[in-house]
């Protein structure tokens, strides 16, 4: 079975531009949560989709948004880009929305803003 | 609120020491508890879990036991090997009515010598 594929894997954009990364979950997953990581914050829950509904969503501003398609399939857009959305995402798809939530983890997408 | 609490890093060890990563929680109800380990330049992956008090999680030679008369979920290896060498994270899931909110610790880097 594949794993969480996540493209791109590196970006580099600059202030104020935007920026769309893609999450494509393990087969027959239905819920997908997005987190940023960072060295002084450590890991920042984004949000939840599970069913193209968002389930949960962290403290972050308005210019971070998402949604998820009908094959499960996640993307994350982030517009008016600062200087600290530099940051590791990660993209996580889990099987359920309930119960003990074990989540799967795809690479990463490295965001660099200058 | 709910929260994670894991030693500060980073944690230099030799190769063939005991280890142990201290995690603490605080939480109400019944929290399931788990442990991710994130490779240099990987995503993070499931070590292990336990769902409920006194379970004891195991994987690749690491062990943690859910003690919910300390609150605590304390990562242990007997003989750590240089491939060990990762940041380690604690994580408690909570399902309350629809939602789920998994809340992470900030993560413990581990270093192992030769």
């Known amino acids: 079975k594949a794993g969480v594929t996540q493209t791109p894997r590196y970006l580099i954009k600059t202030r104020g531009q935007q920026v769309t990364l893609s999450c494509s979950p393990i087969?027959?997953?239905?819920?997908v949560s997005w987190y940023q990581q960072t060295p002084g914050q450590g890991l920042q829950f984004l949000f939840e989709?599970?069913?193209?509904?968002?389930?949960n969503k962290g403290n972050f501003p308005g210019r971070f948004s998402g949604r998820q398609f009908s094959n499960s399939r996640s993307e994350m857009n982030v517009s008016t880009l600062e200087l600290g959305d530099s940051a590791l995402y990660l993209c996580?798809?889990?099987f359920g929305a309930g119960g003990s939530h074990e989540q799967y983890f795809g690479p990463g997408t490295r965001l660099t803003v200058t | 609120g709910d929260s994670v609490t894991q030693m500060e890093g980073p944690v230099t060890l030799s190769e063939e020491a005991f280890l142990t990563i201290n995690c603490t929680y605080t939480?109400?109800?019944?929290?399931?508890l788990f442990w991710y380990v994130q490779y240099p330049g990987e995503g993070l992956q499931l070590l292990l879990k336990?769902?409920?008090a006194d379970d004891k999680g195991s994987n690749k030679g690491f062990e943690a036991t859910y003690r919910k008369e300390t609150t605590s979920f304390h990562l242990e290896k007997g003989s750590v090997q240089v491939s060990d060498s990762a940041v380690y994270f604690c994580?408690?899931?909570?399902?309350?009515?629809?939602?789920?909110?998994?809340?992470w610790g900030l993560g413990t880097s581990l270093a192992v010598n030769p």
């Open positions: 939480a109400t109800g019944y929290p399931s």
């Open positions: 087969s027959g997953h239905r819920s």
């Open positions: 336990a769902t409920k």
């Open positions: 989709y599970f069913s193209e509904t968002q389930r």
């Open positions: 996580a798809s889990s």
């Open positions: 994580a408690l899931s909570k399902v309350a009515g629809n939602n789920r909110k998994l809340i």
